[in-house]
Every structure is written in structure tokens, then in C-alpha cells.
């Protein structure tokens, strides 16, 4: 994929500058950020159960994929040789931001912290996606005695729920 190909790109080495290093990975970061956003809303709003699934396996795999690349060793490495002497002002705050957010994540750890937490990630993740999945799937009713009731609400939904054989109005979420 797209994102595989720029991280290997980055991860590949060669001289480390604002151009060849920073800017890939601002790249790598929008494009992983615009794959996890566009597969929440589908995960969310689709009406069908197997596009939203596959919308969650998308998710489930750029999450992953993202806790990857914030734990890269030879990502950090790169954008820490960066000389960004002569960069703007805001080039040098967003690469100190970056770089610490990269240690942060635990990017400087040993291997098997960095294995843990790329589990841990993905295990919130996981529960991320049951606790929206239960959240999305629940259904609820309201029911009405009459439509005076539905007082304030367009005409058109209130003639969408007509009361039923016993006299009640059910609205579900």
C-alpha cells in the first residue's frame, strides 16, 4: 500500500532534512489520519453490517499500523538528525513536538516494552471499536400514547410513525 511504501521510504535512510525526512512523515501521518477517519465514518453511518465490518478491519489494521510508525526506531532516528537550525521558527516547534511525542509513545524503549505497547494499543483499539459497535447496535424505543405528544416535530416524521394496533406510537433509535 500507499503508506507501507512511504514508511519504507523514510525508514530507508539517506540524509536526514526538513525535505527528504520531516515532510514524508507529515505526509505518512495524513495519510494514515485520513484512512482512520474516513473508516470510522463508514464503521459509524453505514446502514450495512458488512461494509461497517470491513470499515472495522481497516480501522483495526491503520491503528496498528499507526502505533508502528510512532514506535519506528529508524523513523525517530532520521528526524532526530535533522539540523533544523535554519528552519522556520514553527518547523523547529513541530519537530521538538514531534520527536517528543515519539518518545513519549515509548520509541526509546527496548524492544519488548515497545512490543507491549504496540499490544496495548491495539487491545484500546479493540475496545474502542465493542464500545462504539454496542453503542451503534443498541436499540431503544420510546413509545407515545398520541401523536399531541409528537407536539413540535415535523409533520412528515409524524406520519412516519403511525400508532400501531394498540393505540401506541413507537419511535426507535
Not at 6 to 35: C, H, M, Q, T, W
Not at 85 to 104: H, I, K, M
Amino acid at each position: 500500500t500507499r503508506s507501507q511504501a512511504l514508511r519504507a521510504s523514510i525508514e530507508g535512510g539517506g540524509p536526514a532534512s526538513v525535505d527528504s525526512a520531516f515532510e514524508a512523515v507529515d505526509a505518512l501521518y495524513k495519510l494514515s489520519g485520513s484512512v482512520i477517519g474516513e473508516a470510522t465514518l463508514v464503521n459509524e453511518t453505514n446502514p450495512d453490517p458488512t461494509i461497517r465490518a470491513a470499515a472495522e478491519q481497516c480501522i483495526q489494521r491503520f491503528s496498528s499500523f499507526a502505533t508502528e510508525v510512532s514506535l519506528s526506531r529508524p523513523i525517530y532516528d532520521r528526524l532526530s538528525a535533522i539540523d533544523a537550525s535554519t528552519a522556520s521558527p514553527g518547523t523547529q516547534f513541530v519537530l521538538a513536538r514531534l520527536l517528543n511525542d515519539y518518545r513519549l509513545s515509548g520509541v526509546d524503549r527496548d524492544a519488548s516494552t515497545r512490543a507491549r505497547v504496540q499490544a496495548l494499543s491495539n487491545e484500546i483499539t479493540d475496545i474502542s471499536l465493542a464500545f462504539a459497535r454496542n453503542i451503534r447496535e443498541d436499540v431503544d424505543e420510546v413509545t407515545f400514547r398520541s401523536a399531541s405528544e409528537l407536539a413540535g416535530v415535523p409533520q412528515d416524521y409524524i406520519d412516519a410513525h403511525r400508532p400501531g394496533a394498540d393505540g401506541l406510537i413507537r419511535v426507535n433509535t
